[in-house]
């Protein structure tokens, strides 16, 4: 069924003027590249560090749990090893199961959006969108692989607040946060 909700997508939803757009936002979101950047800039102000802290902290659990841990351990095979398409980018040679990219733009998206209560947090929600529909959109993920993806980025993203927050009262972290 995976499968086949792939294939409608790629002939109902793909359309080669669309291409370049949903390959730069696939390669925008590339290795977190983005979020460990985002994280960063928020964490030189003292009035946004403890939010870029719980969004570089969510983006390193999912760097753990899923390029780590799950992808090995389930070892499932990308869509296009089992139906025969013409890719617009390089084939990935890592497993499919659950999407990195998915899981990564998640984690640190979802970090911001329970840190943070301003507009930036739903550009962000749609940045992390479309890249999730990305991966379906050039076929090198199966549904099932992005959602799995989404739900152990915001859990990362939760799981990251909460060990923030746990550990925000000692003397290394108050000195680093309030520095």
């Known amino acids: 069924m995976d499968l ?14 669309l291409n370049p757009f949903f390959v730069f936002i696939t390669n925008f979101g590339d290795h977190g590249i983005f979020g460990f950047f985002l994280s960063f800039l ?5 009035e946004t560090r403890l939010t ?10 999912s760097v753990f749990f899923v390029n780590l ?6 070892a ?6 089992f139906y025969d398409i013409d890719l617009i980018l390089p084939k990935p040679n890592d497993f499919s ?29 749609v940045f992390a969108i479309l890249v999730a529909y990305s991966r379906l959109y050039l076929f090198v993920h199966y549904p099932t692989d992005v959602l799995a993806g989404i ?6 993203a939760y799981l990251s607040r909460w060990l923030v927050e746990k550990f925000k ?6 000195r680093f946060l309030t520095y």
């Open 4 to 17: 086949n909700i792939l294939i409608w997508i790629h002939n109902h939803l793909v359309f080669s003027g």
């Open 42 to 46: 928020l964490m030189i102000k003292k």
């Open 52 to 61: 870029g802290v719980i969004m570089l902290a969510a983006l390193l659990l």
């Open 69 to 74: 841990t799950l992808k090995p351990l389930v």
């Open 76 to 81: 499932r095979h990308r869509p296009f090893t």
């Open 97 to 125: 199961f659950p999407s990195g990219h998915s899981s990564s733009v998640f984690a640190y998206t979802w970090a911001y959006f329970i840190t943070r209560k301003n507009n930036w947090r739903w550009g962000l929600l």
């Open 151 to 156: 739900a152990i980025g915001i859990l990362c």
């Open 169 to 174: 009262d000692k003397p290394w972290m108050v």
